[in-house]
């Protein structure tokens, strides 16, 4: 329910202009494809124990798929490397139908149309953070562990992870690629929030404690100047698939 509420959000005015108008035009390389055109959702298992945070679908691959980091090269090298590490079923992502299956990790961001320029506005990440709430509170029975691909994506999954209930350190620690901060969460059981919005979101349950590892952003920019490599990649992930108990 919460997929299907996040696909029809358009609160807000400039990235459903530039998300449409780029499903209008198109890419050359794309001509014959339908592009999605809309707020991308989130990817795997609502039961999943890992989640990875990113930033935005890009115009041309979550926004043209309608899946997250797919169809772009971004999504070449995370899926990959999740494949390398044992958690994804295939090392390729190329539309919604090419039978991909993820192991125990959901992947997700924190504004869920494409940006122009890739840079979406502050107000913007703002406007989107009640559904990173939502799925934050959906996944919490189960959640163990956390991924956070850059810089931008930290400073929007850090009020989210609070909102949601758990609690983040004052002053809030810094991003860093490697870096590991564990979230303590209010005694008490577990209870799945409802289904809400950026209209509003529910009052939080009992949650457990988090793992949240900081992971330079899978970037053309970092991928292909060797700022991340592969190997950094699959650490990040093979350690945090180890805190959140994955095989």
Not at 4 to 31: I, M, S, Y
Not at 162 to 184: C, K, M, Q, S
Not at 207 to 227: M, P
Request: glycine letters at 14%; charged letters at 20%.
């Amino acid at each position: 329910m919460l997929d299907r509420r996040v696909g029809g959000c358009r609160a807000c005015p400039r990235l459903v202009d530039w998300r449409e108008e780029v499903a209008r035009t198109k890419r050359a390389a794309f001509a014959d494809w339908t592009y999605w055109g809309r707020p991308v959702p989130g990817f795997g298992p609502s039961d999943a124990r890992l989640l990875i945070v990113g930033l935005a679908p890009a115009a041309h691959g979550g926004n043209r798929t309608g899946r997250m980091f797919t169809g772009d090269r971004s999504g070449d090298v995370l899926y990959r490397a999740l494949y390398d590490v044992g958690l994804a079923s295939q090392p390729t992502a190329v539309s919604v139908d090419d039978g991909l299956k993820l192991y125990g990790v959901r992947i997700t961001s924190p504004v869920h149309c494409a940006p122009p320029a890739n840079k979406p506005t502050p107000m913007e990440r703002d406007t989107c953070r009640p559904w990173l709430v939502q799925e934050l509170r959906l996944l919490r029975p189960t959640l163990r562990a956390v991924v956070v691909l850059g810089a931008f994506g930290w400073q929007a999954a850090l009020p989210a992870f609070a909102e949601a209930g758990w609690t983040v350190p004052r002053p809030r620690p810094p991003f860093a690629h490697g870096t590991r901060v564990t979230l303590d969460g209010p005694e008490g059981a577990d209870r799945p929030g409802g289904v809400g919005g950026p209209e509003g979101a529910d009052r939080p349950g009992g949650v457990g404690g988090l793992d949240v590892f900081g992971c330079f952003h899978v970037s053309q920019r970092n991928t292909f100047t060797g700022r991340l490599t592969p190997g950094m990649l699959r650490d990040v992930l093979r350690t945090a698939a180890g805190a959140a108990g994955l095989p």
